[in-house]
Structures are given as structure tokens and as C-alpha cells.
């Protein structure tokens, strides 16, 4: 299983381009992260899928539909 996996977002806010680093030892997760740039919250949720060994993410503005 990829215990470490990173990832790049665009900020539905400003655009700019946002790297996280998405931990798949801790599950499925649901947390929030500010945007660097304009320190807008974004939303993001992982889903961990063991069978396909890979990690699905999800993220939006709190005020938008998730991508």
C-alpha cells in the first residue's frame, strides 16, 4: 500500500497551485487546509481505495460542488 502519496490542487479561490502531501496509513479523511496564496479554506476529503491500491481526492471551496 503507497502510505505517502503527493498531490497537486488548484485553489478554487485564486487558481494558484497548491501541493499536499495525502497520508494513506490514517484512512479516509475529511479536513481543512488554507490556501496559501489568499488563505482561503479549502475542503478536502481522501478516500483510500485498498483494492485498486490507489487514494481518490476530492476538494472544493465550501461554497462549490466538489471536482
Known sequence: MISLE???IQCP???HQTHIEV??????QDYYEECA????ELHIKTHIDEVK???D?????????FY
Open 6 to 8: 503527493n498531490k497537486t
Open 13 to 15: 479561490h485564486c487558481g
Open 23 to 28: 497520508d494513506s496509513t490514517n484512512g479516509d
Open 37 to 40: 496564496n489568499c488563505c482561503q
Open 53 to 55: 491500491q490507489k487514494v
Open 57 to 65: 481526492l476530492s476538494f472544493d471551496a465550501d461554497d462549490e460542488q
